[in-house]
């Protein structure tokens, strides 16, 4: 039914802390995406999954972050030891096989992360 | 190497007057490129694609192989169109590469 669902919205965590975020991408797309939104920089690549797998991890930042997807579904994004340049907006996408050389994305909300 | 560059980080217009969004792109392949915007608190969203030839909420752009471009216009913008753009090339496959983005205000 809905589009792309993120939790939680919004998230305060103490520097130093683990966090999991989690994306539910629209019922039978094959592809999800994880990108970060930082106040002047755009958007910035992290993962993306073709089912389980993830092809492209090109743009995760350090080891303190990783992702999975399970069962073609649910993705959870993790950050460990967060550091305050990890705050930022964490959004997800997904998007169904390319049809006609055209691929459309559909976003999540997003969520809202700060670490102090 | 695929790239997408939008070289404006900013652009402030008045309302009424013509507004243009640049983005460059670079690839070897035939390119299939995208505008995507997120208005305030709302979510990013596809606002239109090159090969659709389409004109949304007054909105064009046309690709440019000669120049590598595909820059978005409209000749009279509106307060309601101040917003976060962002310029993507699709490289086959789930692979969309995005630029950085470019924020319109538009000045009443």
């Known amino acids: 039914g809905a589009g792309v669902s993120q939790s939680p919205s919004n998230k305060v965590t103490e520097k130093g802390k683990d966090v999991e975020l989690r994306c539910d991408p629209i019922s039978g797309h094959t592809a999800l995406y994880w990108y970060r939104q930082s106040l002047g920089q755009g958007l910035e690549f992290l993962i993306y999954?073709?089912?389980?797998?993830?092809?492209?991890k090109s743009g995760l930042p350090s080891d303190r972050f990783s992702a999975e997807r399970t069962g073609g579904s649910v993705s959870t994004l993790t950050i460990q030891r967060t550091q305050q340049e990890d705050s930022a907006v964490y959004l997800c996408?997904?998007?169904?096989?390319?049809?006609?050389?055209?691929?459309?994305?559909?976003f999540g909300p997003g969520t809202r992360l700060t670490v102090l | 190497a695929q790239r997408v560059t939008q070289p404006e980080k900013l652009l402030s217009v008045f309302k009424g007057a013509p507004v243009e969004l640049k983005c460059n792109y670079s690839y070897s392949g035939s390119p299939e490129l995208f505008w995507y915007v997120q208005y305030s608190r709302q979510r990013l969203q596809l606002l239109l694609r090159?090969?659709s030839r389409e004109s949304i909420k007054g909105f064009t752009a046309d690709l440019n192989k000669g120049e590598t471009s595909f820059h978005l216009k409209k000749p009279f913008a509106q307060e309601e169109d101040s917003a976060m753009y962002y310029c993507a090339l699709y490289t086959g496959g789930f692979k969309t590469i995005f630029g950085a983005g470019t924020r319109l205000f538009v000045k009443a």
């Open positions: 996408a997904s998007s169904p096989r390319p049809y006609q050389g055209y691929n459309e994305q559909f």
């Open positions: 090159h090969i």
């Open positions: 999954f073709q089912g389980n797998s993830a092809p492209d």
